[in-house]
């Protein structure tokens, strides 16, 4: 059965903290790994991942795949309080179909 | 097993032919939620509802209508199908704080 999980289910840190949110996969026919932020409704794109070993940076955040460990990062440094949010991976195979983790709620306190 | 089912997983339809996408979740959560995914983007919400009986839009509603007459069931429908609705389309569900659960996606395509 494909699936995605993502751990820890939730977080809480100070802010500056760094924290590492973990998603693994068992996805058949792999194609590409995504993560979002969750805010309010809709999620918002940070990173797609297809290749292993590469990581990709967006000002504080950056993420890294493994496709031999079947799994992912996203990191986060110096957090801030606009950072608490729910943080969804999704993994989509050759297929089209794609595969979401429940989520991580991070929570950044002052 | 528990989870959203969204059905049909691929369709083609021609420019002005209506269609309803199903969406069924078992796991009794009262938030539902439909966003499409456009190739390069995130989510974007088209509609959500929090309990049977009420529905609301989200970001990019025009073209589309939902409702919620039970817990389980939130079809949305297509009315006169356009190009730009071409996208996948995702169905979610969620209870209180806990994690989100999506459907695996529908795929479609307006020619």
């Known amino acids: 059965e494909d699936k995605v999980v993502q751990s820890p289910l939730s977080l809480v840190v100070h802010e500056g903290d760094t924290v590492t949110l973990n998603c693994s996969y068992e996805?058949?026919?792999?194609?590409?790994l995504l993560w979002y932020k969750q805010e309010k409704k809709a999620p918002t794109f940070l990173f797609m991942l297809?290749?292993?070993?590469i990581e990709k940076k967006s000002g504080r955040l950056s993420s890294i795949l493994d496709k031999k460990e079947l799994f992912s990062i996203l990191n986060i440094t110096a957090t801030q309080t606009g950072d608490s949010a729910v943080y969804l991976c999704?993994?989509?195979?050759?297929?089209?179909?794609?595969?979401f983790g429940t989520g991580t709620s991070l929570t950044v306190i002052p | 097993n528990a989870g959203v089912t969204q059905t049909p997983k691929f369709r083609i339809l021609k420019i002005g032919q209506s269609m309803t996408l199903q969406c069924a979740q078992d796991?009794?959560?009262?938030?539902m939620y439909w966003y499409r995914q456009d190739p390069g983007m995130g989510l974007k919400l088209i509609y959500y509802?929090?309990?049977?009986?009420?529905?609301d839009k989200g970001e990019v509603p025009n073209g589309y209508n939902v409702s919620r007459s039970t817990t389980e069931d939130f079809p949305l429908r297509l009315e006169l199908a356009a190009p730009s609705q071409t996208s996948v389309y995702f169905c979610?569900?969620?209870?209180?704080?806990?994690?989100?659960?999506f459907g695996s996606g529908t795929r479609l395509t307006v020619v």
């Open positions: 796991m009794n959560h009262n938030y």
């Open positions: 996805v058949t026919n792999f194609r590409s």
């Open positions: 999704a993994v989509s195979n050759t297929g089209n179909q794609f595969y």
């Open positions: 297809t290749s292993s070993g």
């Open positions: 979610a569900s969620r209870q209180g704080d806990r994690g989100y659960t």
């Open positions: 509802s929090v309990g049977a009986g009420i529905t």
